[in-house]
């Protein structure tokens, strides 16, 4: 069964800080990955995604994540922290059938 | 286009009271879903819908019903409602060729 595994419920950064999201999946096919951010009160968009192609994804927001399938990691970044960044942020994972996977989201404040 | 879309945006029920939670989609996607979330626990899958006519259960299914009659419509159905049924209900969708789903801002359901 895919299962996903988000390291550290509550993440804290300076503005302008390196954000750094961690998330380890795992699948027995080979996985399409996604997170998405949730801001307080509303509903889940999507941030970035890799389904097949360049492991390095760009989304948006400035974030991007990279697939290692060596260490079945998708860990989310982003170079230089904003306060708008602030939210809950869920790493996802899904194979060919339906639904999504959630890990149980990290929640990321910046301080200024 | 209007996404996804779902009433009521907050509701409280009284245990024992039914109520339906709409979720409407305009993007002709073939496949939606309902998750409820919980602090701290992250997205659970309710039930699903591959298509008109076509329902199955997700992960947490006990207490709710589904029916899926048109491509736009997905309404989720509470059946005598318990204090554990208390969460923010959440309508996704996605098409069949592509594995994001697109969330709708999500139903604050309380049951006391």
């Known amino acids: 069964a895919q299962s996903v595994t988000q390291l550290g419920s509550h993440v804290s950064v300076s503005e302008g800080a390196l954000v750094l999201l961690r998330c380890n999946y795992s699948s027995s096919v080979p996985p399409y990955l996604f997170w998405y951010v949730q801001y307080p009160n509303q509903g889940l968009q999507l941030l970035l995604k890799?389904?097949?192609?360049?492991?390095l994804v760009k989304g948006i927001n400035g974030f991007e994540a990279e697939f290692k399938k060596s260490e079945t990691s998708f860990h989310l970044t982003k170079p230089s922290a904003h306060m708008s960044d602030a939210a809950e942020y869920f790493c996802?994972?899904?194979?060919?059938?339906?639904?999504?996977?959630f890990g149980k989201g990290t929640t990321l404040s910046v301080s200024s | 286009n209007a996404g996804v879309t779902q009433t009521p945006k907050f509701r409280i029920l009284k245990i024992g009271q039914s109520m339906t939670l709409q979720c409407a989609q305009d993007m002709n996607h073939n496949y939606m879903y309902w998750y409820r979330q919980d602090p701290g626990m992250g997205l659970k899958l309710i039930y699903y819908s591959v298509g008109a006519g076509i329902t199955d259960k997700g992960e947490v299914p006990n207490g709710y019903n589904v029916s899926r009659s048109t491509t736009e419509d997905f309404p989720l159905r509470l059946e005598l409602a318990a204090p554990s049924q208390t969460s923010v209900y959440f309508c996704?969708?996605?098409?069949?060729?592509?594995?994001?789903?697109?969330f709708g801002p999500g139903t604050r359901l309380t049951v006391t």
């Open positions: 996802a994972v899904s194979d060919v059938g339906t639904a999504l996977i």
């Open positions: 996704a969708s996605r098409t069949g060729s592509k594995y994001e789903q697109y």
């Open positions: 890799y389904t097949t192609g360049a492991t």
